[in-house]
């Protein structure tokens, strides 16, 4: 299993970004897949996870209302808009599979992307 992550950048406070993570293998369908970030000097964190179906999302009070989490199953994808976006929003954002069973838990992903830098300037 194989998971890529695009659509960093450089953004001005206020803007948005959409971030994909394209997942290769067949176990997509079945996971549940998350969005964390990373600042710098800091531990990696929950944002928001999406079930197998994209029946339940799930999100981090810092980023819940401002960013949006999707997936396309034929397309093997999952997106994360990112709306409202702070500097605080400033991290290293990485996907991974959900392999525990704590949705916001690191430890319970695996599988993971080599993260997609997001910059937030004020």
């Known amino acids: 299993v194989q998971l890529v992550e695009s659509g960093g950048g450089l953004v001005q406070a206020g803007g948005s970004l959409r971030l994909s993570c394209i997942v290769s293998?067949?176990?997509?369908?079945?996971?549940?897949v998350g969005w964390f970030r990373q600042a710098l000097g800091k531990e990696r964190e929950f944002a928001a996870a999406?079930?197998?179906?994209?029946?339940?999302?799930v999100y981090s009070d810092s980023v819940k209302g401002r960013f949006t989490i999707s997936r396309d199953n034929a397309k093997n994808t999952v997106y994360l808009q990112m709306n409202s976006l702070k500097p605080e929003d400033t991290a290293v954002y990485y996907c991974?599979?959900?392999?525990?069973?704590?949705?916001?838990?690191?430890?319970?992903?695996?599988?993971w992307g080599q993260g997609t830098q997001v910059t937030v300037s004020s």
């Open positions: 293998g067949r176990t997509f369908s079945r996971s549940t």
């Open positions: 991974a599979l959900q392999i525990g069973a704590r949705i916001r838990v690191v430890d319970d992903y695996d599988y």
């Open positions: 999406i079930t197998d179906t994209g029946g339940i999302t």
